[in-house]
T-cell receptor, first 118, second 112 residues
Framework: GAVVSQHPSWVICKSGTSVKIECRSL??????MFWYRQFPKQSLMLMAT?????????EQGVEKDKFLINHASLTLSTLTVTSAHPEDSSFYIC??????????????FGPGTRLTVL | KQEVTQIPAALSVPEGENLVLNCSFT??????LQWFRQDPGKGLTSLLL?????REQTSGRLNASLDKSSGRSTLYIAASQPGDSATYLC???????????FGTGTRLTIIP
């Protein structure tokens, strides 16, 4: 398998503040990063896709100015929730895709970050 | 647009029983299908990846089958254990962009 880490694992912040979530692929290089959001008792919903060194592509309904994604290296991507509001409270999960091999390889996921906005 | 459904939404079985989880997809033109488990408050753990050319894949007590023509996959868990309690998700990648479409999930509880 592949080792993916996320930091922090959980965060509580006040409404209006910004929160940065880091995702690292520890034992492989990832040209593509998928960011998902999961609300309680629901499945994962893709928020955006980023390629290393390029701007992210956001899914319909996801505000790109609110959810800033940076994929500056092959092992690190960050998601910043700007001016967070209580409705942004959710579980955020990253999924890096390997740089080598078939494009339809097995997908691996980070352990997730629980964001609670007060 | 691909839609993935999992039935049942929740399942409780006594420890030791064999069980089957179901996954259905509407577009049979898939490259592969992946099964995951998710423990409460945790990320996803990949269980099995079954390619479109394969009919089944096995890993320990888990066996996944794939019938592309009928748009179905099953995950068979043998001799269930309390540690198998989790939510199980199936997912298929979309053609062209490789984004995963997830199923609705089955919440499995193994009763000791």
């Amino acid at each position: 398998g592949a080792v993916v880490s996320q930091h922090p694992s959980w965060v509580i912040c006040k409404s209006g503040t910004s929160v940065k979530i880091e995702c690292r692929s520890l034992d492989f290089q990832a040209t593509t990063m998928f960011w998902y959001r999961q609300f309680p008792k629901q499945s994962l919903m893709l928020m955006a896709t980023s390629n290393e060194g390029s701007k992210a592509t956001y899914e319909q309904g996801v505000e790109k100015d609110k959810f800033l994604i940076n994929h500056a290296s092959l092992t690190l991507s960050t998601l910043t929730v700007t001016s967070a509001h209580p409705e942004d409270s959710s579980f955020y999960i990253c999924s890096p895709r390997r740089a080598s091999g078939s494009s339809y390889n097995e997908q691996f996921f980070g352990p997730g970050t629980r964001l609670t906005v007060l | 647009k691909q839609e993935v459904t999992q039935i049942p939404a929740a399942l409780s079985v006594p420890e030791g029983e064999n069980l089957v989880l179901n996954c259905s997809f509407t577009d049979s033109a898939i490259y592969n299908l992946q099964w995951f488990r998710q423990d409460p408050g945790k990320g996803l753990t990949s269980l099995l990846l079954i390619q479109s050319s394969q009919r089944e894949q096995t890993s320990g007590r888990l066996n996944a089958s794939l019938d592309k023509s009928s748009g179905r996959s099953t995950l068979y868990i043998a001799a269930s254990q309390p540690g198998d309690s989790a939510t199980y998700l199936c997912a298929v990648p979309n053609f062209g962009n490789e984004k995963l479409t997830f199923g609705t999930g089955t919440r499995l509880t193994i009763i000791p």
